[in-house]
């Protein structure tokens, strides 16, 4: 994770620990020791699709975790249940109550569980440089500052102050850019206005994983490039540089996060975001 923050790019951490730990060396322990099945509290379900098991979408739509766990296997969901997977979080909290757990009223996770209880701007000082640098517009015209390049992710909304000239910091208006480009060596962000300017129409895919099998290519699927996104529509193929996702419309997708392939509820794996291949 901060490897990949220090060259600019974004990780899912949370989806690498449900890949390495929870339904990795955990799970390989479980059923060592005898276990049939291992249960956890995330959002999703497994159902069935030509004898093999899928897994699919939590019932609650607003709380869907699908899109964390899609680099498990087939073998592995067929040794896995996910209880509250067809529950909303409302009837969750609700039985929580009604059974007495001291958790009934936790608010809802955010972050990283392994971070522990500071900011990830503090997390990441502990290994890697982030200091405060400028931020330029598409045309290379310095127009502000920024925290720290390591910080920010290519297609983020964020607030600056933008400034020409010898304007003075009181009369600088402060407003919302979309990150268009990280540099980390220099520690420069580069940002535009216009949404577009940060969204592609193509873009790779590495470190591909499919939950069954790999699909016939080219695929027609929906898509997200971010958790609790809207899916989009794409289609998936395979060229001599490698796996491409061509989205139907201009679309954020952020170097290091995943793009998470569904066919309708059913998720049917995805890969990291790498380089663009075209606007």
């Known amino acids: 994770m901060v490897a990949d923050y220090k060259k600019g790019i974004t990780p899912n951490p949370d989806i690498l620990c449900n890949e390495k730990i929870k339904f990795g060396a955990f799970m390989q322990w479980a059923l060592k020791e ?6 956890t509290g995330h959002y999703a379900q497994v159902g069935e699709r030509d004898g093999r098991a899928v897994l699919t979408r939590g019932a609650d739509a607003g709380k ?3 899109y964390f766990l899609y680099r498990i296997s087939s073998e592995d969901l067929a040794h896995v249940i996910f209880p509250i997977g067809g529950m909303h979080k409302a009837d969750v909290r609700i039985r929580a109550r009604a059974f007495g757990l001291p958790i009934s009223e936790k608010p809802d996770s955010q972050g990283l569980c392994f971070v522990g209880d500071v900011s ?3 997390f990441l000082c502990r290994f890697i440089s982030v200091e405060a640098g400028d931020v330029f517009d598409t045309k290379g015209i310095l127009v502000g500052r920024h925290d720290g390049a390591a910080l920010y992710t290519v297609g983020q909304r964020h607030g600056f102050t933008i400034g020409y000239g ?7 208006p402060r407003t919302s850019q979309y990150i268009t480009a990280i540099d980390t060596v220099r520690n420069t962000l580069t940002v535009s206005a216009d949404r ?3 969204a592609r129409k193509e873009t790779y895919l590495r470190d591909m994983h499919w939950i069954t099998t790999a699909p ?5 699927a929906q898509v997200q490039a971010r958790y609790h996104e809207t899916p989009i529509a794409a289609v998936i193929s395979q060229t001599e540089k490698g796996i491409v996702c061509s989205f139907d419309a201009l679309h954020i997708a952020s170097p290091g996060q995943s793009l998470v392939i569904y066919d309708g509820d059913a998720c049917l ?11």
């Open 269 to 279: 794996g995805g890969g990291v975001i790498d380089v663009f291949s075209g606007r």
């Open 166 to 172: 010898n304007q003075k910091s009181e009369d600088v």
């Open 34 to 39: 005898g276990a049939d099945i291992v249960a």
């Open 64 to 66: 869907d975790q699908s």
């Open 216 to 220: 016939k290519f080219p695929l027609r």
């Open 196 to 198: 577009n300017d940060a």
């Open 120 to 122: 990830m701007h503090d």
